[in-house]
């Protein structure tokens, strides 16, 4: 069956970094879009990133714009979140999304358009 596992989240210091795995199994990786999303406490779970099937198309949230990179491994069966610079308001649970909906799609900042989750891997930025 389809399984997401995220890894790699942890607690930083302002202004430091992290890189996010999302390990995939029990679908043609290769062919599907993939995102991320994030959770705070209180709050909706909110768009941070999505690669299309080839990684020739990438879209980011405007809070994350120019500090965070999403790329994928087709070898690996892993896509990846490299966040840098990193403040207290990223603090939130991260989560690893597929939309096989269609294949070869070029990605959505949508989360109803994602069909299978990770189980989410906790970000902290404090000081």
């Known amino acids: 069956q389809v399984q997401l596992v995220e890894s790699g989240g942890g607690l930083v210091q302002p202004g430091g970094s992290l890189k996010l795995s999302c390990a995939a199994s029990?679908?043609?990786?290769?062919?599907?879009?993939m995102g991320w999303f994030r959770q705070a406490p209180g709050k909706e779970r909110e768009f941070v990133a999505a690669i299309s099937w080839s990684a020739l198309a990438s879209y980011y949230g405007d809070s994350v714009k120019r500090r965070f990179t999403i790329s994928r491994d087709d070898r690996k069966r892993t896509m990846y979140l490299q966040m840098n610079d990193l403040n207290p308001e990223d603090t939130a649970v991260y989560y690893c999304?597929?939309?096989?909906?269609?294949?070869?799609?070029?990605?959505?900042?949508?989360?109803?358009?994602?069909?299978?989750w990770g189980q989410g891997t906790q970000v902290t930025v404090s000081s």
């Open positions: 029990g679908f043609a990786f290769n062919d599907y879009a």
């Open positions: 999304a597929a939309d096989l909906n269609a294949r070869r799609g070029t990605g959505s900042t949508k989360k109803d358009d994602y069909n299978y």
